[in-house]
């Protein structure tokens, strides 16, 4: 692309973006340090966070570049029907703030890997500990680095290292005041990411509709469902060539609910904001991110798809090219650069906001298992809270050191940021997902059968990724269980792999659980109450509310 450098108007756009941040952010850090110093308060904000914060916070760490790239890229190729993971994840919040939150709080649980040792016990929960650091670094931190980077360097003409370090620097910044820091700076952060976005959006149904001869965004919007209407289902059917991304029904009964409450009640990365919060105040901050889930489509979807209309019409024809063929994840940085002056700059500020958001949360998260769960249990058991402290800000800077070092040579940008993170973290999220349902729920469930859902879930997805090398799978397809990929050879979606591991590993678990002669030594049952589910009726409303417009766009886009 070659309009791709920032106007003098942009530059101070964007450097109002970081200066409200970074003055924010130290107000925050000067106005609470003297509070309490403790690693929980350094770690989790106890206390401190408000619920608009940590709805605000939640997003921000969810939403980054594979969501602004890659998601827009998928509604380009794709369409709405890729939307599910938002609007889907906003009913999974609803549904982790009545049955997730309160076990975790009442059972005062600061960390995955604690819940897994009070659980079950310290062996499962130091090789969780251990692998969530793996992939939080290796797959997550170094993906929004590298994916973000990519996007800022695409925009501002900057070189790609240069934007890496940038932006890693400016999120260790943040992340070394904790995380009411981080809690605080996200309102920021979310307020900019969703006044960019929607900029973005604005301009994009505006180009569809002076492309045809009209004005106006809603005539943009109208002519998009009518040009590129078979872009605007949220169900697709066997025939399509991405079903295999987004099997049928498997997006509300099936798979898709496993990626989401694994990703927003087993997550260290998720969770944390609202560990250190009361309860009322926690379900309200998720109740809050709920909403502003179903928000997202508009910003990370609908521009993917303008392009796709306008380029199906003859426009960006040169742009969208990457190494001789379409490159989807191109649309949303070709629309960017249509910006004029001014608003160019904020949507870059969205795009930034988004990506540092993003590794700050996730920085502090490796911190805190890290220094909670490795150092004070093995490294040095009689640590202060100033050691730890100060343990957990030596962690984030080496951590994003490592994810600078590890990105640039991963490849993410080929296989595509957004399907990068759901193929690598698909292969546990089914084992670690029965793990803590059956641990919540169950209290016959035994250590071994958490560490057979860890090893055998992997082990048979990974099997299953691999089974249509080794045979033919073609006499699925009548089932709907499998579909032809790009070359021709029939294998299992992504998302039914994901259902049939989950499926496998609880029998199994069950299984094991009953045949072991220790059920009754090993019953650790958490403390748990039916009281703990009753919500309060402004979170009830709230919540049939969300579950109201999910059934109204599921009809209306079905």
Known sequence: MKNNLLDTKDYIVFAIYFVIVAAYGLYIYNKKKSESTGSKDYFLAEGSLTWWAIGAS??????????FIGMSGSGFKMGLAIATYEWMGALTLVVVA??????????KIATMPQFLHQRYNGTVAMIMAVFWLLLYVVVNLTSILYLGALAVSSISGFD????MYAIAIFAIIITLGGMKVIGYTDVIQVFFLILGGLATTYLA????????????????YSLMTSKASEHFHMILKPDNEN????????????????VNLNYWGCNQYITQRALGANLETARGGILFAAF????????????????????????FQAEMLQDGSVNPDRAYPVLLNLLPAGLKGLSFAALTAAVVASLAGKANSIATIFTLDIYKKVLRTDATEKNLVTTGKISIVVAMILGVLIAPHLGIDKKGGFQYIQEYT??????IFAMFILGFFWKRTTSSAALFATIGGF?????????????????????????????????????DRMGFVFVFCILGMVIISLASNKVKAEAKGLAIDAKMFKTSTSFAVGALIIIGLLVALYSVYW
């Open 58 to 67: 939640l997003i921000a760490s969810n939403i980054s570049a594979e969501q």
């Open 98 to 107: 009545v049955f997730f939150i309160p076990v975790y709080l009442k059972n």
């Open 160 to 163: 790609l290292s240069f934007c």
């Open 205 to 220: 149904l505006n180009l569809v509709s002076t492309h045809y001869g009209t004005t106006g965004v809603l005539e943009g």
């Open 243 to 258: 079903y295999i991304d987004l099997p049928g029904l498997s997006v509300l009964v099936g798979g898709m609910w496993i």
């Open 292 to 315: 502003l889930k179903l928000l997202m489509p508009i910003i990370v979807v609908l521009p993917g798809i303008a392009a796709y209309v306008l380029y199906k019409d003859g426009a």
């Open 426 to 431: 698909g292969f546990v999220s089914p084992g």
């Open 459 to 495: 082990g048979l997805s990974i099997l299953l990724k691999f089974l249509p090398t080794l045979t033919d799978l073609s006499w699925l397809s009548g089932m709907g269980f499998s579909v032809k990929n790009a070359a021709g050879v029939y294998e299992i979606p992504f998302l």
